[in-house]
C-alpha cells in the first residue's frame, strides 16, 4: 500500500471519528451487478437484466454524505460499466480520502486500462485470485483467465506504483493450495490479502472446510503465519489468521458491525448493510435503526469485516509495521525487501532469491530423489 505519513494520519483520523459517529470506515460500490466471469461461489455471474444504474456523479454525492475512509469499487465487475473512469474521477479526492479500491477479477485489465484508472485516482488495485494455476480459470469460469492475469500482473507491478494486490477467498476447494498463491506473489511482485468463504452467497456448505479437514486447514494457517514471519508479502495479520480459522471451527464470529463499520452501495444506490443480506434502505441511519440494532447474523467473516471490526489497540498492533514506518521512514518492511529482489540475485537468473523454506523444501525433495 502506497500510503504517505500525512495521509496514514488523516486515515486514522478519519476512522476514528466515524467510530464515534457511527459513520462506515468502508463502503463497497457495487456499480453493478453483471459480471464477465461465473464463480462457484458467488451469487454473481454473467448477465443482470434490467439493472438500475445511478451515474457518476450520484455515487460521488452518496459518498460525499456517508465520508468513508476506504471506498470500494466493485460488483459484479466493475470493468464492465464503460464509465467507470468517470466513476472514479467523481468520487475520488486526489492526495486525501477516501482510499480508493477498485476490486476486480482481472478479464478486461490491462496497461492501459490501470493507468486510465489511476490518473481517475484509484489508489489500489484489489485483484481475486482463487488458485495458483488453470483451475482458476475454471473455477471463474473464464478460459485462460489464469493465463492472461499470469502475463498482465507483472507488467502491471513492473511499473513499481506499489498499487496492486491480490485477495484470495479461502475455501474448503482451494485451502491446500494457499501456500502455492502465496510463493507466486514473488514472481507477480505484489502482496496477497485473505478472506474466508461464507456460504450465504450460494446457501452451498461446500465451500466451508469439514470437520474431517480442519486439522489440515489449521497447518495451512501454521504455514501462512510462518510464511508471512519469513517475509512473504501477505497483508493478513497472524491474529487475524487465526479469527478465520475460528470462523471454520466455529460456524460463526458474533458482533457483526454491518450498517455501521461498513456498508453496500448497490447500482441503484440504495443501501444494503452487505452483499449477502438484501435488505434495502435509502438512508444509512434507518438500517442502523432497523437492522443493524438488532442483527445477529454471524454467517461471514470477509476481510472487510476482519478488518474494520478491529478494537484501535489491535489496529495499532496489526499494522505496527506499516505505522513505525511513518514514524521512521528508513524503516524497511521484510516482505517489501523479498518484492523488490533482484530477480538475478540467486546467481542463475531464474527468479529472487530462495527463502529459508524454499531451500528446506528443495533440500528435502532432492534427499529424496536420491
Ligand atoms: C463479489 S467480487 C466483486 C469484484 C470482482 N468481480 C472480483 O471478483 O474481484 C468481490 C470478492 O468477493 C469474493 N467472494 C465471492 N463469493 C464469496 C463468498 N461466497 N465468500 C467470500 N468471498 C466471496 C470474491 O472472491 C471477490 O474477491
Ligand atoms: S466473485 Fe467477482 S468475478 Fe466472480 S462471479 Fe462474483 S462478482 Fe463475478
Redesign the pocket.
Known amino acids: 500500500m502506497n500510503v504517505s505519513g500525512k495521509l496514514a494520519l488523516k486515515m486514522l483520523y478519519r476512522g476514528l471519528r466515524n467510530k464515534l459517529e457511527q459513520r462506515p470506515i468502508s463502503i463497497s460500490f457495487e456499480i453493478t451487478h453483471y459480471?464477465?466471469?461465473?464463480?462457484w461461489?458467488?451469487?454473481?455471474?454473467g448477465p443482470f437484466k434490467g439493472e438500475t444504474r445511478l451515474q457518476a456523479e450520484d455515487y460521488a454525492a452518496i459518498c460525499r454524505e456517508l465520508r468513508p475512509v476506504v471506498s470500494h469499487i466493485?460488483?459484479?465487475?466493475p470493468l464492465a460499466r464503460g464509465d467507470v473512469y468517470d466513476i472514479t474521477r467523481a468520487m475520488a479526492n486526489p492526495g486525501g480520502l477516501p482510499w480508493m479500491i477498485l476490486?476486480s477479477?482481472c478479464?478486461a485489465m490491462n496497461v492501459d486500462k490501470y493507468e486510465k484508472l489511476r490518473d481517475a485516482g484509484i489508489n489500489q488495485f484489489s485483484i481475486?485470485l482463487d488458485f495458483p494455476d488453470d483451475r482458476h480459470s475454471d473455477f471463474?469460469r473464464i478460459p485462460k483467465l489464469f493465463q492472461k492475469m499470469d502475463r498482465v500482473i507483472p507488467e502491471l507491478t513492473a511499473r513499481a506504483n506499489n498499487d496492486v494486490s491480490i485477495n484470495t477467498c479461502i475455501t474448503a476447494w482451494n485451502y491446500r493450495d494457499v501456500p502455492d498463491m502465496v510463493k507466486l506473489m514473488r514472481k507477480w511482485r505484489t502482496p496477497i490479502n485473505f478472506s474466508v468463504y461464507t456460504p450465504l452467497r450460494m446457501s452451498d456448505p461446500e465451500g466451508t472446510p469439514r470437520e474431517d479437514q480442519l486439522k489440515e486447514v489449521r497447518e495451512v494457517f501454521q504455514k501462512i503465519v510462518d510464511m508471512k514471519n519469513e517475509g512473504y508479502p501477505i497483508y493478513t495479520s497472524e491474529r487475524v489468521m487465526w479469527k478465520y480459522y475460528k470462523f471454520f471451527t466455529e460456524g460463526g464470529i458474533p458482533g457483526c458491525q454491518a450498517g455501521r463499520r461498513f456498508l453496500v452501495i448497490n447500482p441503484d444506490g440504495r443501501l444494503t448493510p452487505c452483499a449477502m443480506v438484501m435488505a434495502y434502505y435509502n438512508d444509512q441511519r434507518d438500517m442502523l435503526k432497523d437492522f443493524t440494532s438488532s442483527n445477529t447474523c454471524e454467517m461471514c467473516y470477509i476481510s472487510t469485516r476482519a478488518n474494520t471490526e478491529k478494537k484501535l489497540a489491535d489496529f495499532i498492533a496489526d499494522n505496527w509495521d506499516m505505522l513505525a514506518r511513518q514514524i521512521l521512514p528508513w524503516r524497511k518492511p521484510r516482505s517489501l525487501e523479498l518484492l523488490t529482489e533482484d530477480p538475478a540475485a540467486d546467481g542463475n537468473g531464474s527468479g529472487p532469491t530462495k527463502t529459508k523454506d524454499e531451500q528446506e523444501t528443495e533440500a528435502s525433495q532432492s534427499a529424496a530423489a536420491q
Open positions: 459480471c464477465t466471469a461465473n464463480c461461489h458467488c451469487n454473481w455471474g466493485s460488483g459484479g465487475e476490486v477479477n478479464a481475486s471463474r
